[in-house]
Structure formats: structure tokens, C-alpha cells
């Protein structure tokens, strides 16, 4: 899974998607690289699928951006707003103090202080306008480009219609009227899936969970995607099936050169699978490194305790595997000064403050 190729496909850029006090996502950067998977690994509830259905649209951003092919397809405003608040209220703060003041070099000061406030809210606006401009005026065939499995096969596939029809939407949705042509491309892509023409007129309750979540890639590779989310694609079906539709998208991805965003809730699906991998934690990118990397340097506790979470086919390991459970409070003191995302060897991330980075430097093998 070398891959050489560092041309920059998907951006997220200091995303925030936060639900009332709920930070679901917060302040999380990565860039997925053309050809690549990138795994996107987390427990439940840390905000994987929000950052997927954020990338894709479906929520707009709190703020932060997504950038994909070099365009912003996704903005949200509230840390513009947050400065130009921080901003006002110092403004607010000098004059007061200016009122006071009766040293003439310090009014200067305090007025040039002023006048630089001013401008900087007037940058800060200019951006809010440029992210909303870009939120709504986002170029609707990029977007298509990429597309989203989602979680549950189940539940996102509707009873009523036909695999045809469900396969079909995103085609229909953009415009496409001739009948034919569509069923042609529904049945190549039914093969495509390892399911046959025959399914195409049938209706999803009739399909087992491997079978279904073949209908959903197809779904999402009949538009010609250059990225595919792939959330849990596999963690509702059985252990047997997951390895087939794995296979599938590997094949897929090979065949067809496209780029996998892949969520998972736990290493081991992504293991043999990711080029990259991102471990999220409450909303936080911990930790971001080479899959290899990552399994021969964990740093942060979380990244250890998912790790130390996988079973391995060897009864002697087993029997010693010891879990490691992650617990913030007793692990990270920041009290003194808080975590930031820093590099800590080229391409690799860690979420934590100098005192550890300095611990962690130390531990690198
Ligand atoms: N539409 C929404 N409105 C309000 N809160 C939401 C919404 N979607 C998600 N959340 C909350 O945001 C947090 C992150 O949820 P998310 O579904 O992104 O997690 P996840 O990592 O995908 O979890 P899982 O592995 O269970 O799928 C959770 O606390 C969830 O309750
Ligand atoms: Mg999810």
C-alpha cells in the first residue's frame, strides 16, 4: 500500500460541527492524499460520522473548511464571529482606558491600537462573507465527486423503492432523463457489486446485510465518485461477510483509482486496509501517522488503549494481552498548559502539550 502519490484530494481544515454544548466535532485538521485510504478510527459517539456527513454537506460546518480539489466546498463562520466578539470587547477595553489616559504617547499607542482592531474585524467580516459565499455558491458537480456509504444499510436504504430506483437516485437527481441509459448503467453497476441485473427490479427487505451494503457502494460509485466515505461499511454484518465487501472496495478502489475515506470503530478492520489512519477521541484528532507507523508508535494512551483492544489468532498472546484502558483525567495533566495537534516525526501527529511531546519523543522506537 506504498503510495508515493502526495497530490491533496480532501482538506478539513480546523473543522468544528458542534449541536448546542455537544463539541461532536472539534477543531480537527487532515488531509487525505489522491489513490490513498485513510482510515478515521474512533469509540462511539466521537464524531466520525459527523465529520463525514459535515464534509458532505449534509450539515454546514460550525466553522472551519473543507477543501476538496483545491476549492472550499464547505465553511462555517463561528470562530470569525468568535474573534470579532474577543475583538470588539477590546476595543471596548481601550477606549475606557483612553478616557483615562493622560500620558499623550500612550493615547497614540492606545489609538493605533484601536485602528488595528478596527481593521481586523474588518478582515474577520470579509472572511464570514467569504465562507458563506462559498457555503451556498459550493459547485454542485464537485460535490458529487463525493459520495458517502453510509453506517447502516438498513436504515438508509427505503423499503419502498426499488434497487433500480435506489441506485438510480443520485443519477435522476442530477438530471439524467433517458430510461435506458440509466437501467444500462444500474445493471454495470450491479455487476460491478457482484450482484446481477436480475436484482435491480427487487426491493431491499429482500436482500441479506452484505447484500445490502452492496447496493449502497453501488449507489455510490454509479457517480463516478474520486472519493468515497465509507462509514462502518462493515461493522453491521458478520465477521464472514465483512471481508467480501472489504475485498469489494478494495478491488473497487484499485479498478476504478478512487480515494477512501474509511470510518471504522476499531484498528482492526483498518489495519491491513488504511495507507493512513486518524484516531479521534470526543471530537479531537489525538493522533494521525502512517498505519504502520501508528501500530509501531502508538503515543497518545488513547491511541495504546484502542491497540490494546485487538485480538490476535496466537493463544499465547492472547492469554497475556493485557487492555489498556484509556482514563484523560489520570493520563494528561493540563493544567499547567493545554494539548494542541503537534508533529512529532514527518507525518506523524499527536494531540498533546510540550511536556508530553517531550515524553513521547523519548518513547519513539
Ligand atoms: N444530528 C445531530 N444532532 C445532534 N447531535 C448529534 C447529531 N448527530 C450526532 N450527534 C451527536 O454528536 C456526537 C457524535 O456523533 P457521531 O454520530 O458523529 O459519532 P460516531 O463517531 O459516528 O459514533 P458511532 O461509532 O456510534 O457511529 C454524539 O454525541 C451524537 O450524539
Ligand atoms: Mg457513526
Known amino acids: 500500500m506504498e503510495n508515493n502519490n502526495k497530490e491533496v484530494l480532501l482538506k478539513v ?10 463539541k461532536a466535532v472539534d477543531d480537527v485538521s487532515f488531509e487525505v492524499h489522491k489513490g490513498e485510504v485513510f482510515g478515521l478510527v474512533g469509540e462511539s459517539g466521537c464524531g466520525k460520522t459527523t465529520t463525514g456527513r459535515t464534509i458532505i454537506r449534509l450539515y454546514n460546518p460550525t466553522s472551519g473548511s473543507v477543501y476538496f480539489k483545491g476549492q472550499r466546498v464547505a465553511a462555517g463562520t463561528m470562530s470569525y464571529k468568535k474573534a470579532i466578539g474577543e475583538a470588539e470587547a477590546s476595543i471596548k477595553a481601550l477606549k475606557k482606558e483612553l478616557k483615562g489616559a493622560d500620558d499623550g504617547q500612550r493615547k497614540d499607542e492606545i489609538l ?39 453506517q447502516d444499510p438498513i436504515a438508509s436504504l427505503d423499503p419502498r423503492m426499488t434497487v433500480r430506483d435506489i441506485i438510480a437516485e443520485g443519477l435522476v437527481i442530477n438530471g439524467m432523463k433517458d430510461k435506458k441509459e ?24 429482500e436482500f441479506s446485510g452484505g447484500q445490502k451494503q452492496r447496493i449502497g457502494v453501488a449507489r455510490a460509485v454509479i457517480m463516478e465518485p474520486e472519493l468515497i466515505i465509507a462509514d462502518e461499511p462493515v461493522s453491521a454484518l458478520d465477521v ?33 486496509f488504511s495507507d493512513r489512519i486518524g484516531v479521534m477521541y470526543y471530537g479531537k484528532l489525538v493522533e494521525l501517522a502512517d498505519a504502520d507507523e501508528l501500530f509501531k508508535n502508538p503515543l497518545h494512551p488513547y491511541t495504546k488503549s484502542l491497540l490494546s483492544a485487538i485480538p490476535l489468532p496466537d493463544p499465547a498472546y492472547e492469554k497475556q494481552r493485557q487492555r489498556i484502558v484509556y482514563n484523560p483525567l489520570a493520563s494528561h495533566d493540563y493544567s499547567q498548559e493545554g494539548p494542541t495537534l503537534k508533529e512529532i516525526k514527518p507525518g506523524h501527529f499527536v494531540y498533546c502539550n510540550s511536556a508530553e511531546f517531550e515524553q513521547y519523543s523519548k518513547e519513539l522506537k
Open 112 to 150: 493605533k491600537e484601536i485602528e488595528a482592531k478596527k481593521e481586523f474585524i474588518k478582515e474577520q467580516k470579509h472572511e464570514i462573507k467569504s465562507a458563506l459565499h462559498d457555503q451556498k455558491h459550493c459547485d454542485k458537480d464537485l460535490i458529487t465527486k463525493i459520495q458517502m456509504i453510509f
Open 13 to 22: 481544515d480546523h473543522l468544528c460541527q458542534y449541536f448546542g454544548f455537544n
Open 182 to 205: 440509466i437501467d444500462e448503467k444500474v445493471y454495470k453497476m450491479l455487476e460491478l457489486v457482484g450482484l446481477v441485473k436480475e436484482h435491480a427490479s427487487r426491493y431491499p427487505h
Open 240 to 272: 464472514s461477510i465483512q471481508a467480501q465487501v472489504i475485498n469489494l472496495l478494495n478491488d473497487l478502489r484499485e479498478e476504478l483509482g478512487l480515494t477512501l475515506l474509511f470510518i471504522a470503530h476499531d484498528l482492526s478492520v483498518v489495519k491491513y
